[in-house]
């Protein structure tokens, strides 16, 4: 059974970072793509990062890029989700997904396993 277990999130200052992390087990983390989504209240799910199997590749929705980082580590099985410069707009429950896809997939149906999310609030 696939596990994804997300921490890192918490309650923080506009201006503030968070390093978000998923933990996954249970099959081959380095044959995975992973992604990140967020949900605010009252709206839909959206992508904000993918990164590759390799880690050698990553792709971002354009509203977050310059502030966010994915990358991943094979060795620990774990993806990050690094926030800079938060903003008061980046208040949502964050999501990570595994991919059985080793490239980079920005729909969320194209991802197969889920974390419980972890919840960001920004407060200005």
């Known amino acids: 059974q696939v596990q994804l277990v997300e921490s890192g999130g918490g309650l923080v200052q506009a201006g503030d970072s968070l390093r978000l992390s998923c933990v996954v087990s249970g099959r081959t983390f380095s044959s995975a793509a992973m992604g990140w989504f967020r949900q605010a209240p009252g709206k839909e799910r959206e992508f904000v990062a993918a990164i590759s199997a390799s880690g050698g590749s990553t792709t971002y929705v354009d509203s977050v890029k310059g502030r966010f980082t994915i990358s991943r580590d094979n060795a620990k099985s774990t993806a990050f989700l690094q926030i800079n410069t938060l903003k008061p707009e980046d208040t949502a429950v964050y999501y990570c997904?595994?991919?059985?896809?080793?490239?980079?997939?920005?729909?969320?149906?194209?991802?197969?396993?889920w974390g419980q999310g972890t919840q960001v609030t920004v407060s200005s």
């Open positions: 997904a595994a991919s059985k896809t080793r490239w980079l997939p920005r729909s969320a149906n194209q991802y197969d396993y």
